[in-house]
């Protein structure tokens, strides 16, 4: 029963973004799901016929097509999620850095400094190996000749893709990277990473220049970024926004906000526009965003954790988290290299909607991607405070005394 009385809105001047909170088990489960909601759709179109194709299609299949249709809304949900853990700890960071005395936040040095190493090291930590994946994958489905020496823009296997796509100009200026066409997002990611900062210095630098240069770039970044990148920053700085707004609501209350995010989600999976990102997509985004995010910060408080069946979602949620970046870059090679070996070996690399046992291989081939994203996550991106701190040895620079994984996250 919803409760009466109205919820109140707070002004926090630093996010909550520890894992004690009820937004924080919220988010790592989003995240998963939203992960494991790409994967499962990219690999349902990549080893199923479309369903349109399909003249009189299973119902099993029709529900099927339906389930694994959400990923728009997932890299939408990325976005938001993104904004309101990294630019919400950018906040925190300035904040801490402009109260302390002199100027100096006593355990970390330049905000700038910290926030730009966080970042490469987020992203290329996953992002190299995921690259160098692909590359392996072109070479066994000889997809790519490794003699091959063409450095254009058009090779998607060339080292000028490959470096294109580490600095986020993927869809700007070269290809994705040996046809991963997942890693179009990590485009906005970045952009989103360099535009915040300079939207922050533009507000609250002391120096006018610094103040003017970083408005001139964002000009130019505006205007030069294709426009999906530049209007979908404004769902990004929404995550930022409301990671400093708590709202103090009942059950009642919370359980509206999510039966409006899923009944809107829904109607827009049937009745909106699911493909790429674009002007025509950006209002029923900006729809959904809004209840999700008004949920997300009315979980501030922290969470009790009691009976065993929270401790388990809370638990799978954040297992599921911790690999939900690696398993998005690289779950298109590892589809690719089934779909390689299933034509070598059983003579097809495709699947019939018509067969019960195929549906079987299906969840048997999203359990092998689950399974490659996790073995490459303990290779790699469990290591990513490692080379963190190495990186801030180099710069001189203090370790943080208490890394949280879930501030520094896609």
């Known amino acids: ?20 909170t009820g937004c924080s088990m919220l988010i790592s489960l989003l995240r998963g799901l939203a992960a494991l909601q790409v994967a499962a759709a990219h690999l349902r179109a990549e080893i199923f016929p479309g369903l349109r194709d399909i003249a009189s299609p299973p119902v099993y299949y029709q529900i099927l097509a339906f389930a694994t249709g959400f990923a728009h809304q997932a890299v939408v949900v990325f976005f938001l999620i993104s904004g309101w853990l990294v630019g919400g700890s950018l906040l925190n960071r300035i904040g801490r850095t402009a109260t302390a005395p002199g100027g100096t936040a006593p355990h970390t040095a330049s905000p700038w400094r910290d926030y730009a190493i966080d970042r490469v090291t987020r992203l290329w930590t996953v992002l190299v190996p995921a690259l160098c994946l692909m590359l392996f994958v072109g070479v066994w489905t000889d997809a790519v000749d490794p003699l091959r020496t063409d450095a254009s823009l058009a090779n998607e296997y060339s080292a000028t893709a490959f470096a294109g796509n580490l600095l986020g100009l993927q869809t700007v200026v070269v290809e994705n990277f040996g046809g991963n066409y997942a890693l179009w997002s990590l485009a906005n990611e970045t952009w989103y990473y360099i535009q915040f900062p ?5 507000f609250t630098s002391g120096s006018r220049l610094r103040q003017l240069g970083a408005a001139a770039l964002l000009v130019v970044l505006g205007s030069s970024l294709p426009l999906p990148i530049t209007l979908y920053f404004a769902l990004w700085l929404l995550g930022a926004a409301f990671s400093r707004i708590r709202i103090e609501c009942d ?11 899923a009944a809107c989600s829904i109607y827009f999976r049937i009745r909106g526009s699911n493909d790429d990102l674009k002007l025509e997509s950006f209002p029923q985004d900006l729809v959904i965003s809004l209840p999700l995010l008004a949920l997300l910060s009315s979980l501030q408080a922290p969470l009790a954790i009691q009976s065993f069946s929270m401790r388990t979602i809370v638990r799978g949620a954040h297992v599921l988290s911790e690999f939900s970046f690696t398993l998005y870059v690289t779950h298109i090679p590892v589809i690719r290299l089934l779909r390689h070996i299933g034509l070598q070996t059983y003579g097809r690399d495709r699947l019939s909607p018509q067969a019960p046992l195929d549906y079987a291989i299906y969840a048997g081939m999203l359990a092998l991607l689950l399974a490659a994203a996790w073995l490459s996550y303990l290779l790699f991106e469990s290591h990513t405070f ?10 001189q620079l203090r370790p943080q005394r208490t890394p ?7």
């Open 1 to 20: 029963m919803f409760g009466t009385h109205l919820p109140s809105i707070q002004w926090q001047r630093q996010s909550q973004l520890d894992h004690s």
């Open 198 to 202: 300079l939207l922050l210095i533009m």
């Open 251 to 261: 059950t009642g209350t919370r359980a509206m906000l999510v039966a409006v995010a």
């Open 386 to 395: 490692r080379v963190r701190r190495a990186l801030r040895n180099v710069f």
């Open 404 to 410: 949280m994984a879930s501030t520094t996250t896609k």
